[in-house]
């Protein structure tokens, strides 16, 4: 369909006799601006970038223009030629503006005279009447006969029952039809980290750094005489063990705390996962370590706190939770709170056995902001849970039993992985617990 913008300010189309007139730019952006203001979109910085820009877009005629790389490269500043497949960035912000428009248009009364519409499988915005139609249906050309007259109007209106007929059978079919795997990937995905996307803030990523001690200069270069040529460089002393033998003697002087080390594995493999998947879906993230963020910046931002017993940021938010990590008598392990009390170890056996961990999503955590927890009783375990969380297929199979209004819930899930050649397999939901 092409549009262009005529002096009397109307959006044009090419429209058969009978079809509703074409709708004003100006009742269409009175819309726009209805929507915007509205509780749904007002505080959604990057929905209503997105609908502005694709609503204006249209105005101004550019409706070609509207293709997921012309508006992942313009809007969301991608660089030209970016792979879509990889950064379904405008994938994803599309189907949150068609959630955010179908909640607007459901809830409460509207006497919107327009609305707008944003198709599926399309970025080019629809604009239509709302049940009514306020200006007259143009003339019927003059026949020259009355006999040819009648015969147009009754083929006319054949044609168009038929077409609207069809158009009936197509939307109950595609409302119907179940979607694609591909939209529920992205819907369940988007509507995990929905609260995070719908601020202006970025996400915090938030990473233990605990207290680690190396082994001083003067302590390298006594075990140095006495077998030269070994441990001269920091490069040796920080990629080689110090074969101690347990009869040697040291003292605690010979340690000292190093405050560059600390930040474990299985953290940081899933510190990484999941600011990718937040990049991807173009929200911004900062990764923060050990004292570089504070309670208040936790009640600040929306954040996902990565570790368990080395963050004492997690075992602060989660000793209420329905699983919770405990350490008790030397040991540490999860437990289920209540009558039942299951209890959950990690399990090896030189390099193979199984690990556990926890993914909680809190809408209203003790920080009063969105927050995440992706931790386990191991790095490995850790790691699963930032997996987890970052992979929609993931995330996919485990919300496809969830109550029908999970999205609204807090939601708390046990995770198990085995581990084979100290590598962690994928997730697996062994318990999940919603309220």
């Given at each position: 369909?092409?549009?262009?913008?005529?002096?009397?300010?109307?959006?044009?189309?090419?429209?058969?006799?009978?079809?509703?007139?074409?709708?004003?730019?100006?009742?269409?952006?009175?819309?726009?601006?209805?929507?915007?203001?509205?509780?749904?979109?007002?505080?959604?910085?990057?929905?209503?970038?997105?609908?502005?820009?694709?609503?204006?877009?249209?105005?101004?005629?550019h409706?070609?223009?509207?293709?997921?790389?012309?508006?992942?490269?313009?809007?969301?500043?991608?660089?030209?030629?970016?792979?879509?497949?990889?950064?379904?960035?405008?994938?994803?912000?599309?189907?949150?503006?068609?959630r955010?428009?179908?909640?607007?248009?459901?809830?409460?009364?509207?006497h919107?005279?327009?609305?707008?519409?944003?198709?599926?499988?399309?970025?080019?915005?629809?604009?239509?009447?709302?049940?009514?139609?306020?200006?007259?249906?143009?003339?019927?050309?003059?026949?020259?006969?009355?006999?040819?007259?009648?015969?147009?109007?009754?083929?006319?209106?054949?044609?168009?029952?038929?077409?609207?007929?069809?158009?009936?059978?197509?939307?109950?079919?595609?409302?119907?039809?179940?979607?694609?795997t591909?939209?529920?990937?992205?819907?369940?995905?988007?509507?995990?980290?929905?609260?995070?996307?719908?601020?202006?803030?970025?996400?915090?990523?938030?990473?233990?750094?605990?207290?680690?001690?190396?082994?001083?200069?003067?302590?390298?270069?006594?075990?140095?005489?006495?077998?030269?040529?070994?441990?001269?460089?920091?490069?040796e002393?920080?990629?080689?063990?110090l074969?101690?033998?347990?009869?040697?003697?040291?003292?605690?002087?010979?340690?000292?705390?190093?405050?560059?080390?600390?930040?474990?594995?299985?953290?940081?493999?899933?510190?990484?996962?999941?600011?990718?998947?937040?990049?991807?879906?173009?929200?911004?993230?900062q990764?923060?370590?050990?004292?570089?963020?504070?309670?208040?910046?936790?009640?600040?931002?929306?954040?996902?706190?990565?570790?368990?017993?080395?963050?004492?940021?997690?075992?602060?938010?989660?000793?209420?939770?329905?699983?919770?990590?405990i350490?008790?008598?030397?040991?540490?392990?999860?437990?289920?709170?209540?009558?039942?009390?299951?209890?959950?170890?990690?399990?090896?056996?030189?390099?193979?056995?199984?690990?556990?961990?926890?993914?909680?999503?809190?809408?209203?955590?003790?920080?009063?902001?969105?927050t995440?927890?992706?931790?386990?009783?191991?790095?490995?375990?850790?790691?699963?849970?930032g997996?987890?969380?970052?992979?929609?297929?993931?995330?996919?199979?485990?919300?496809?039993?969830?109550?029908s209004?999970?999205?609204?819930?807090?939601?708390?899930?046990?995770?198990?992985?085995?581990?084979?050649?100290?590598?962690?397999?994928?997730?697996?939901?062994?318990?999940a617990?919603?309220?």
């Open positions: 369909m092409g549009l262009s913008l005529e002096p009397h300010d109307h959006v044009r189309s090419s429209s058969a006799p009978g079809d509703p007139p074409p709708v004003p730019p100006t009742i269409v952006r009175e819309e726009l601006q209805r929507i915007l203001d509205s509780r749904y979109f007002k505080n959604a910085n990057r929905s209503r970038q997105f609908l502005e820009f694709v609503v204006s877009r249209k105005l101004e005629g409706e070609g223009d509207l293709k997921e790389r012309s508006i992942g490269t313009e809007l969301f500043q991608r660089a030209p030629g970016y792979a879509t497949g990889d950064d379904p960035v405008v994938r994803v912000q599309a189907g949150e503006v068609r955010r428009l179908e909640q607007f248009y459901q809830t409460g009364p509207n919107a005279q327009v609305k707008i519409e944003l198709p599926i499988g399309s970025y080019s915005p629809h604009f239509v009447w709302a049940g009514r139609d306020p200006l007259p249906p143009p003339e019927a050309p003059p026949s020259e006969t009355a006999a040819i007259s009648r015969k147009s109007f009754s083929l006319r209106t054949l044609l168009l029952a038929g077409l609207s007929f069809a158009a009936l059978v197509f939307a109950i079919l595609t409302y119907i039809r179940p979607r694609s591909s939209s529920i990937h992205e819907s369940r995905a988007e509507q995990f980290w929905s609260p995070a996307l719908a601020t202006q803030q970025p996400v915090m990523i938030c990473l233990a750094k605990p207290v680690v001690y190396r082994p001083t200069g003067d302590l390298y270069r006594r075990y140095s005489k006495q077998h030269p040529g070994t441990f001269q460089t920091e490069v002393r920080s990629n080689q063990v074969p101690l033998r347990p009869e040697d003697k040291i003292s605690w002087s010979d340690f000292a705390a190093f405050s560059d080390y600390g930040v474990a594995v299985g953290d940081v493999y899933a510190a990484v996962q999941i600011s990718g998947l937040l990049g991807k879906l173009g929200k911004a993230s990764v923060r370590i050990g004292a570089n963020y504070s309670f208040e910046d936790l009640r600040n931002s929306p954040s996902v706190v990565v570790g368990a017993f080395n963050n004492k940021w997690t075992m602060q938010l989660s000793p209420n939770l329905h699983f919770a990590f350490e008790e008598d030397g040991q540490l392990f999860i437990r289920e709170q209540g009558a039942r009390e299951r209890k959950w170890f990690a399990n090896f056996h030189e390099t193979s056995g199984e690990d556990y961990g926890i993914v909680a999503r809190l809408l209203d955590s003790s920080t009063g902001q969105f995440i927890i992706t931790a386990g009783i191991t790095g490995s375990g850790t790691q699963t849970a997996e987890f969380v970052s992979r929609p297929e993931f995330l996919e199979k485990a919300l496809s039993n969830a109550p209004d999970w999205q609204k819930k807090n939601m708390e899930l046990l995770l198990r992985t085995a581990i084979t050649d100290s590598v962690a397999g994928p997730p697996k939901v062994v318990e617990y919603y309220w």
